[in-house]
């Protein structure tokens, strides 16, 4: 069973253009949803992280929108450079009730390109 | 300084073979974490530790065994390796329990002939 929904799979923007990556979840326990950042050969890397409490959150040029009775959240990139070209993960932490230390549920990724 | 540096990045072996991965963070750090990236780019969680205690345990096989000498550490033990376990299996740090934002190495690509 998929957690987090994570759409489209692949997205090619022209430079300076607004890519849109869209995720949902199912589990209401969930309560922050991260996303990451991959380029090829490297791992993923903290790109922004958004709490259920606000319905907006940005940080530079990239912002997360997130809509809870939705239960769906997007980031948004402004102004994007062939610099953002790379694999985009978004996430949502596990919620574990036992205690202890939790790990991160993923999308699938979507496979951004920024064409010059 | 790699915050997050697992060894080796490349790792070709046949099947039936057993290898290890290994991995150190000098962040820190608390919690320690393996995930399994597939050729889909398919991110999931195998283990973490918590002060050297295994917290998540997914479905995977018994022939995956984490090994943590310290909180600095955590290698992957990988028993008699099968075709299907072919992957780029990263390493995570996080710093205190039930903390979200992950540190990742650079990966392994494991490739099983």
């Known amino acids: 069973q998929q957690q987090v929904k994570q759409s489209p799979q692949s997205l090619i923007v022209q430079k300076g253009g607004i890519p849109i990556i869209n995720c949902a979840y199912e589990n209401t326990a969930f309560d922050y949803f991260p996303w990451y950042q991959q380029f090829p050969g490297k791992g993923p890397a903290l790109l922004i992280a958004?709490?259920?409490?606000?319905s907006e959150k940005k940080e530079g040029r990239f912002t997360i929108s997130f809509n809870k009775s939705a239960k769906q959240f997007s980031l948004h990139i402004m102004d994007s450079q062939p610099g953002d070209s790379a694999t985009y993960f978004c996430?949502?932490?596990?919620?574990?009730?036992?205690?202890?230390?939790?790990?991160?549920?993923f999308g699938k990724g979507t496979h951004l390109i920024i064409q010059p | 300084d790699t915050a997050v540096s697992q060894t080796p990045k490349y790792l070709v072996t046949q099947m039936g073979n057993d290898k290890s991965i290994k991995c150190e963070q000098n962040l820190g750090h608390d919690t320690m974490y393996w995930y399994k990236q597939d050729s889909k780019k398919f991110l999931k969680i195998m283990f973490s530790?918590?002060?050297?205690?295994?917290?998540i345990n997914e479905t995977v096989p018994n022939r995956f065994s984490p090994k943590s000498p310290d909180k600095a550490h955590l290698n992957l033990h990988i028993n008699s390796l099968e075709l299907g376990d072919s992957a780029v299996y990263f390493c995570?740090?996080?710093?205190?329990?039930?903390?979200?934002?992950?540190?990742f190495g650079s990966g392994t690509q494991l490739s099983v002939l």
């Open positions: 996430a949502a932490n596990n919620g574990y009730s036992g205690g202890g230390a939790d790990g991160l549920t």
């Open positions: 530790y918590n002060n050297k205690e295994l917290i």
């Open positions: 958004i709490r259920p409490d606000v």
């Open positions: 995570a740090s996080s710093q205190g329990a039930g903390s979200e934002k992950l540190f």
